[in-house]
């Protein structure tokens, strides 16, 4: 089973940047897409941005649209998500996450329930 591990959280005045991690070890990882979601108190949790397994096809949600961008190097087995133009109600937990299917040339997909793999998330607060 493939581990995750989240890094780069922190604190950030509004209009900052963030640069988040995904390290991963066991399991496969290359042949999957990944995800990075976020769940802010009182919500649920919605995916950011997704990677497909050899890094052509994206999605971000319209709330970070030209503001994050995602990106992996499977030789590390990391994926980056790096925020740029950060606001308070980007404040969240993030996770990263595997989708299951391997070497899928879809989207990614933007639901969780498709996500078999999860880190424990790291914690990003933007303030005002």
């Known amino acids: 089973q493939v581990q995750l591990v989240e890094s780069g959280g922190g604190l950030v005045l509004a209009g900052g940047s963030l640069r988040l991690s995904c390290a991963a070890s066991g399991g496969t990882f290359s042949s999957n897409a990944i995800g990075w979601f976020r769940q802010a108190p009182g919500k649920e949790r919605e995916l950011v941005a997704a990677?497909?397994?050899?890094?052509?096809?994206?999605r971000y949600a319209d709330s970070v649209k030209g503001r994050f961008t995602i990106s992996r190097d499977n030789a590390k087995n990391t994926v980056n998500l790096q925020m740029n133009f950060l606001k308070p109600e980007d404040t969240a937990v993030y996770y990263c996450?595997?989708?299951?299917?391997?070497?899928?040339?879809?989207?990614?997909?933007?639901?969780?329930?498709?996500?078999?793999?999860w880190g424990r998330g790291t914690r990003v607060t933007v303030s005002s």
């Open positions: 990677i497909s397994w050899n890094g052509v096809k994206t």
């Open positions: 996450a595997r989708q299951g299917t391997e070497y899928s040339y879809f989207v990614p997909s933007g639901l969780s329930r498709e996500y078999d793999s």
